[in-house]
């Protein structure tokens, strides 16, 4: 089945700082979508984005189907991202899921 | 903006007990989710739901889980006899179509 990779697995940034998050796909993409888990446990939406560009504020992510990987851009981190960050690829055809990374786990320090 | 509507946010019940988690998915979606997360683990899919009755589930989903659309708003899954093992953050989510999924805040449930 199709696999979901995401790096790194840590991250540890000084306030302020960029990073940037990768999500590899061992299949076609077909529809992505990027979420952040705060540290109550809570799945935040923060991009569907299949192919192309797409900002949202601090944030922004890209995808690139053909070379099947995706990258989530934080810039100008704050506390307040601190958690973890799951790309989820969905299957598409007759199963109707989503396949989850394991996540990267972001620590932003004041 | 709509949202997926869960509750409770927090359950906790004896092993062996049936739990109901219940979930209001957006209005117009036709496509209706739970997943799970285990505590420090990946989320996992358990089961999808369209035209009232289930159209997908994943090997985790055997015979104690269930799920059923009572009425036009609600979504509901129950566990018939908790174990401890089901401890864990179950997560609804409802889509327009088979895109963008919706997801809901959890509920996190804890078998003592």
């Known amino acids: 089945g199709i696999q979901v990779e995401q790096s790194p697995p840590d991250l540890i940034l000084q306030e302020g700082a960029n990073s940037t998050l990768r999500c590899n796909f061992s299949?076609?993409?077909?529809?992505l979508q990027w979420f952040h888990q705060n540290p109550w446990g809570q799945l935040i939406n923060l991009f569907y984005?299949?192919?192309g560009t797409k900002q949202n504020g601090r944030l922004s992510a890209t995808t690139v189907a053909t070379e099947r990987y995706s990258l989530l851009y934080i810039s100008s981190s704050q506390t307040t991202d601190s958690g973890v960050y799951f790309c989820a690829e969905y299957l598409g055809g007759s199963q109707g899921n989503l396949i989850f990374g394991k996540g990267t786990k972001l620590s932003v320090k004041p | 903006e709509p949202e997926v509507t869960q509750t409770p946010s927090h359950q906790v019940t004896q092993m062996g007990q049936e739990v109901i988690l219940r979930c209001v998915p957006i209005?117009?979606?036709?496509?209706f989710y739970w997943y799970r997360q285990i505590l420090g683990q990946k989320v996992e899919f358990l089961v999808s739901f369209y035209n009232n009755e289930i159209s997908e589930k994943s090997e985790i989903f055997d015979d104690q889980f269930s799920v059923e659309r009572p009425d036009g708003s609600n979504f509901t899954l129950k566990i018939r006899s908790t174990k401890l093992e089901d401890s864990a953050m179950y997560f609804c989510a409802s889509s327009e179509s088979r895109g963008q999924a919706f997801f809901g805040q959890g509920t996190r449930l804890t078998v003592v």
């Open positions: 209005s117009n979606h036709l496509y």
């Open positions: 984005i299949p192919s």
């Open positions: 299949d076609s993409v077909n529809n």
